[in-house]
């Protein structure tokens, strides 16, 4: 029997991680009498005066969220990293590390109304979102190593209010996730004197079969090595570094792309497609003025839906213990959102 | 002010991951909005004729579970790794790796009544339960070169049967998790010439804070670098490699540790506490023949419960993308799971 990549199980390999991923096409036939969660398909008001998102309304710290008119950004109520504090000493036991760790954790609110999302905003909106992100970026990179931009959507993804918002987390550490790739980034570069992403994004426009969408700057993949079902990669055309070095055609055209992905995604299950999502740079702080050459501007989509709006893949057991598995394969994944129509269904 | 471990921010190594995590304790005063999980209280018979996994009950693939009597072991008849089967070739490019995965999955049934668990059964069936695991750890690692046990407890970490059971998942290859920390456990022996789980042991004995439990033979941590609220490791007094190393005396005191720590579990919200839990020791197959001296045998529980039996941890957004993060202190945790009675709540 011939090897099949959608029929056959296989391990694949993501460089970016240096982590492999086993795929089991064959399991996908497996009956589901698990855990079945709340469709997200709730319907939420234009305004809720209850909601400390909504312009007007007070939060838990007794301010009150300002008349705001296009994006607004404040400091987290609750951050998980704050701008100082007393610091750790060093135990000296390698076993026993701890270190200070600095930051500050913000929300951007990506429209006054909550009843909004990417695919219903217009592309001046969204195109502000963008700039918004930028901003943020930029600012807070002039003091912390790594600005973490990412949304969780969806009460499923932990999210705690259905007001169109994402965070940031900025901090004066390099997290694992970032640091693992920049190393894995750099290697690549130093053997193949070309950025990582950069040759990865031509060779699958040339493969086609995980693409799912594209435009004149950029281009969406179900990677590889994808690991949730429906994850995908938001890769430019042309080598950036980081999100400010973004020209204005590729800001439109990424809010345009962000329109496409999250309508097509809504329309796999009828639903809100619940995700996280975020975006990964060169390191900022003092790495600015460090040789970034080997890192590409990119984004992540990370969603746990797998059979229906209702029931999602768990990341348990083998996933913590071992290693990531997935039933169905990129390829498949990658037909099923390359299918949706570009627009969210009414 | 001088730092409290207890209150201020920090992050912390864990070195058998080569990874940091976010400590966040003054996060723990957050109001929770989100979503709420069915409280995992569930009542269940102790025979369903509709279960597949009891007794005389007819599974998906045709086969009748037999009248077994005391712990049960089938091929899982929706396996994510299979014997054999077509092998993908090799690309040849270093952003397209593939591979061939062999392997197979069982399920272990610890008992014929659905309506027990480790804080009911009596120490005999406990004992029962730890050989059955170390008999299929044996003849699994004499083909596959890692065996995993682990078990998915409750609907909430993706567990479909509420029968006693858990899995055993066994590969061609070593998976992310024990090779990342076969790495790391052979560099730190070859620079201390100690295995790194007996340093540790023996140090958090010291330090007590971190101790949930203890008998003559094995210790229950929650560990220093703990990323899951209540997550927990169990580790030997005296280095043993691999699960079929335990003595006579090792085994009994195991079965009394797994009841002790699951019914301090179910204590600490009054319900049947969540959790993917399995075992880790020195990799089998091929590696049989080569020196493991650095590996100390353990086993690992990731509970997702945070506040109640309803709030769980999300890792989502900042945790997927970037690092985990937690909010209260490993050292809390701790004192919260060792205050829990040893027998469990009525
Ligand atoms: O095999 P089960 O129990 O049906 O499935 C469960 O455990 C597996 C191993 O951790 C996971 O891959 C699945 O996502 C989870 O639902
Ligand atoms: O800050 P939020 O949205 O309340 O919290 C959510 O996102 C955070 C960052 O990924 C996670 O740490 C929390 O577990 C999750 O519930």
Redesign the pocket.
């Known amino acids: 029997m011939a090897f099949n990549i959608n029929e056959h199980q296989h391990v694949r390999y993501n460089p970016l991680k240096d982590e492999w991923v086993v795929v089991s096409p064959h399991r996908a036939l497996?009956p589901w009498s698990?855990q079945v969660e709340t469709a997200p398909t709730e319907e939420v008001p234009q305004f809720d005066p209850k909601n400390p998102l909504c312009p007007g309304v007070k939060r838990t710290s007794g301010e009150v969220t300002p008349m705001y008119e296009s994006t607004y950004v404040f400091t987290n109520d609750f951050p998980a990293l704050l701008e100082e504090g007393p610091e750790p000493e060093d135990s000296g036991d390698p076993l026993f590390q701890m270190k200070a760790a600095k930051g500050t954790c913000r929300v951007i609110c990506y429209h006054p109304h909550s009843n909004v999302y990417f695919s219903n905003l217009s592309l001046k909106e969204v195109v502000c979102v963008v700039h918004e992100w930028i901003n943020q970026y930029v600012e807070l990179g002039k003091k912390y190593s790594w600005v973490q931009i990412f949304e969780n959507r969806g009460a499923m993804m932990g999210c705690s209010n259905p007001h169109p918002h994402c965070q940031i987390w900025a901090s004066s550490f390099l997290p694992n996730e970032p640091r693992i790739k920049d190393k894995n980034l750099r290697e690549y570069f130093k053997k193949h004197k070309r950025p990582m992403l950069i040759d990865y994004v031509e060779k699958e426009l040339l493969k086609k079969e995980r693409v799912v969408y594209q435009n004149e700057e950029w281009v969406v993949v179900v990677p590889f090595w994808a690991v949730w079902p429906f994850e995908t990669m938001v890769l430019p055309k042309r080598q950036v570094k980081r999100f400010n070095d973004l020209d204005c055609k590729q800001i439109e055209k990424l809010a345009q792309t962000l329109q496409v992905i999250v309508a097509k995604y809504d329309n796999i299950f009828k639903c809100n497609f619940p995700y996280s999502m975020g975006w990964h740079g060169a390191p900022t702080g003092e790495h600015l003025k460090e040789n970034q050459d080997h890192w590409t501007f990119h984004g992540m989509y990370y969603p746990p839906l797998l059979r229906s709006a209702t029931v999602k893949?768990?990341?348990?057991?083998?996933?913590l213990l071992a290693q990531s598995?997935r039933d169905l394969s990129a390829e498949k994944a990658a037909a099923v959102i390359r299918d949706q129509p570009e627009k969210r269904f009414a």
Chains 1, 2 share one sequence.
Do not use: P, S, T, W
């Open positions: 497996r698990g893949k768990f990341m348990v057991g083998y996933e598995q």
